[in-house]
Structures are given as C-alpha cells and as structure tokens.
C-alpha cells in the first residue's frame, strides 16, 4: 500500500470510529456536542506518524497488506494521540494546536462568549481533561474492536500497555524538569525517550510486529531503528519549536521558550553558554509576555553557543544510526523503502 493509500485508510478509520460514537454522546444530551466539535478539529490535522509505524512494523514482521482489522488498530493509535495533546496543553498552557486554539482554549472562550456566570478558564481545563480521559479509553476501544483476532490483540496489549505508561512518565519527567530548572542533557535526553521517542516511533512499531506475529529478531530490528529514529524525530521537533516557520509547525514562533520547555536544545545552549548568556537564557525562558525582540535574542544566544549546531549534529547521529539498523533489519523487502521514506519524513527540517 503506498504511502499515501494508508495515510487516507487510517483517516477514514479514525472518523468513522468516531462517527460511531458520536450518537452515544449526543442521545446523553446536546450540551455534549462541543466536546466532539473540538475534537473534530483536532483530529482534521495530524501527520498521522504513530498509525504509519505501526502499519509498517505490521508489514516488516510479515502481515499481509490487505488484513482486516489492522488499520483500526493503528489507526486507534491517533486517539491516543490526541489524548496526549490535549493534556499536554493544559499543561503547558499552549494556546494553540496545529494551527488552531487548543481544545481548552477553544472551551474557554466557548464558555465566555456564552456570558456564563462561572469561571471561563476553569471551565475549559476541566472540559479539556476530561475530553483528553474520553480520548484515551476510545484508543483502548477502537483497538479492541478493530477486527483483528482475539488473540493477536492479546500479544499486542501487553505492548499497547506500556506505551501509555510510558508516555505518561514521560510526561511527568518533562513537568519536573520544567519545575526544578532542569538543565542537563542527560536529564532532557530521558525526557525525550519516554515521553516522544518510544511513543512515536518504537512502540508503534513494535505493536505492529507483535499483531503480525513477528518473531524476536524483527522486533529487536525495529527497537534499533525506532528508539534511535525516535530521538532524532523529536530533537527535530524541539528545534522547529524556536525556530520553525508557524505556518508548518501550526504555533507561535517561539512558543516553546515562552513555555519555558527543558529541551536538549536549551541544554546544550547551556552547556556552552558563557554567564551572561546563560543568565539572559534563565530570565527569559518561560516568560509568557516574551515577544518577537525576545524570541530573537533568545534565538541569537542559541545558535551564537553552537547549542543548535550540536543539536543538528545529534538529529544527524541518531538518523543514521536508525538508517544503519534499518538496512541491516531482517524484514520484509516492501516495509524497508517505506520506513526509509517515514525516517525522512520524521527528521526533514522544515524551518
């Protein structure tokens, strides 16, 4: 299936799970219908990364192209996805989401353009976590009803399992760092690992071997492709977020400095950084009020260290190292040249 072909597969999975459901909501009460309006928006934009891996890994491990159930399963992949993002920016308190404002930014002002008497910006955290919590059973839903045998769904739970446990301490990990002013690369490294990088790229991919019943050697194959390519995708991520054009990466120039986030970007700077530079980088990292003159001295300091040069340099090790296991993966000949294609994808730059 080319690339596109699955892309378009797993996004009427998606929309058709949730169409399902939608009736469910609705017949509880109308109240419930901008819960799934924001929703709706969210789920339009996406790469849809987390679903192609596992379709891929499913492919590499020798699952046939045409298998039911396996789309919706990886497809369900997005719901957790999406989870993840909606917590994610309460937590941050990101004001906008691939190019739209967050769900519970757009909850808020839903609640203070209706005139409500209670407090609007509590009103769309609270709506917005709960939204996050639907999301999250729903993956577990769509997997478990996605048509694949019984027990192929068993093998791949246990994988499922981790990946949100995961992902959640990963989560953690980035908050505490954030609290206590985390500055090592070793500690935002770790961030990176369970709270992106085996997320994205390796547990899909392993779940998606496991549902094909593949054997421990293609499994290890795609953990020395995935963990790797998944450092490199979000170091990617980290340097698009100062210094990637909005249009593409869908937030404010800069966002992530105002949200004062513990990158290895940020750390590396700070490795290199003399005491006024790494002074100035302390004082205005996670200002909220910091504007364009402020996103661009940061900006300066940045690549003035050599921090986003060092950065680079780690995207590069980190994508050949994944290249290098992916050429050596002992997996069927049609999933290598579309891995390869994702790998790009992943790590391109786009800023």
Do not use: N
């Not at 009736?23 to 509880?28: D, E, K, M, S, V």
């Not at 045409?66 to 369900?76: L, M, P």
């Not at 909606?86 to 990101?94: E, L, P």
């Not at 690992?193 to 293609?218: C, N, Q, W």
């Amino acid at each position: 299936m080319p690339m596109s072909s699955i892309r378009k597969e797993i996004d009427e999975a998606l929309l058709a799970f949730v169409d399902r459901q939608r009736p469910g909501l609705l017949a509880i009460g109308d109240d419930l219908a901008p819960l799934l309006s924001a929703l709706d928006v969210l789920l339009a934009g996406g790469k849809r990364l987390r679903p192609a891996f596992c379709y891929w890994g499913w492919r590499a491990a020798g699952g046939h192209e045409a298998q039911d159930g396996i789309v919706d399963a990886a497809a369900s992949l997005e719901l957790l996805q999406a989870s993840a993002l909606i917590h994610d920016d309460v937590m941050d308190s990101s004001d906008t989401r691939r190019g739209q404002p967050s769900v519970h930014r757009r909850l808020e002002a839903m609640a203070r353009d209706a005139d409500w008497p209670g407090a609007a910006a509590p009103f769309g955290e609270g709506a917005a976590v709960l939204l996050g919590d639907l999301c999250l059973s729903w993956s577990g839903e769509m997997y478990e009803r996605s048509g694949l045998a019984a027990d192929r769904l068993a093998l791949g739970r246990p994988v499922y399992d981790l990946m949100r446990t995961e992902v959640m301490c990963g989560q953690y990990l980035d908050l505490l760092e954030g609290a206590r002013g985390g500055g090592s690369v070793e500690a935002a490294l770790r961030v990176v690992e369970y709270k992106s990088a085996k997320y994205t790229i390796e547990r899909p991919l392993h779940l998606g071997a496991v549902l094909a019943g593949g054997d421990e050697a293609v499994v290890d194959a795609l953990r020395g492709y995935g963990l790797p390519l998944g450092i490199a995708f979000q170091l990617r991520d980290d340097v698009l977020g100062v210094f990637g054009d909005p249009a593409e990466t869908g937030k404010p120039a800069g966002d992530d400095l105002r949200e004062g986030k513990r990158t290895v970007l940020i750390a590396l700077t700070l490795e290199r950084a003399d005491a006024a530079q790494a002074a100035l980088v302390e004082r205005r990292l996670g200002d909220p009020a910091l504007d364009a003159a402020g996103v661009a001295e940061l900006r300066e300091v940045i690549a003035g260290t050599g921090g986003l040069a060092a950065c680079e340099a780690m995207i590069d090790r980190y994508a050949e190292q994944a290249g290098r296991a992916l050429a050596d993966a002992p997996i069927a000949p049609g999933a290598r040249g579309a891995l390869g294609e994702l790998a790009v994808a992943a790590t391109a730059r786009q800023s």
